[in-house]
T-cell receptor, first 112, second 116 residues
């Protein structure tokens, strides 16, 4: 089946640093989404990308839909302590059996 | 307030004792889904529903049942729970079903289930 690869499993950064996360797959997706899960809560949608090459920002977050449609990245600039959490990428296929596949997530820790 | 509500939030039960985790959304969403989250495995889909009376298996449906008799509710049923179903469960909903599902999900706060 389709798989999304997110690595490493954990990242540790200093407050104020920028961080970049990649999500790759051997399959093509028509939509890429990035979700964040705060400790003890459900995931929340950060950014959705619908077109190959699309670059979208949401505050300090920037995400891009790869040209090959097999990858996406998320950048967080000037990290702050509340950026701590698990970041999931997700890819969606279209058609009669439209399906959303999640990556395993990256746990981000921010040192003050 | 727009939300997805799950109950119970925490449950400890014993092997074989049937249980139901309820999920309700107040956003008139067509699509609803159940996921389980386990360490190192991320979010795995159990069942989903594109609309009322339409349900389908996700990636890990074994040991679970669902029903979608009303648009707002999508209960998850464990007929005979086993320890390998100990997990954190999330219900999610999305505005569009068969026509134009975008993959944008609104998640509940989660239900932590322990099966002894």
């Amino acid at each position: 089946g389709q798989q999304l690869n997110q690595s490493p499993q954990s990242m540790f950064i200093q407050e104020g640093e920028d961080v970049s996360m990649n999500c790759t797959s051997s399959s093509i997706f028509n939509t890429w989404l990035w979700y964040k899960q705060d400790p003890g809560e459900g995931p929340v949608l950060l950014i959705a990308l619908y077109k190959a090459g699309e670059l979208t920002s949401n505050g300090r977050l920037t995400a891009q839909f790869g040209i090959t449609r097999k990858d996406s990245f998320l950048n967080i600039s000037a990290s702050i302590p509340s950026d701590v959490g698990i970041y999931f990428c997700a890819g969606r296929t279209t058609g009669a059996n439209s399906k959303l596949t999640f990556g395993k997530g990256i746990t981000l820790s921010v040192r003050p | 307030e727009a939300q997805v509500t799950q109950n119970p939030r925490y449950l400890i039960t014993v092997t074989g004792k049937k249980l139901t985790v309820t999920c309700s959304q107040n956003m008139n969403h067509e699509y609803m889904s159940w996921y389980r989250q386990d360490p190192g495995l991320g979010l795995r889909q159990i069942y989903y529903s594109m609309n009322v009376e339409v349900t389908d298996k996700g990636d890990v449906p074994e040991g679970y049942k669902v029903s979608r008799k009303e648009k707002r509710n999508f209960p998850l049923i464990l007929e005979s729970p086993s320890p390998n179903q100990t997990s954190l469960y999330f219900c999610a909903s999305s505005p569009n079903g068969l026509a134009g599902w975008t993959g944008e999900l609104f998640f509940g706060e989660g239900s932590r289930l322990t099966v002894l």
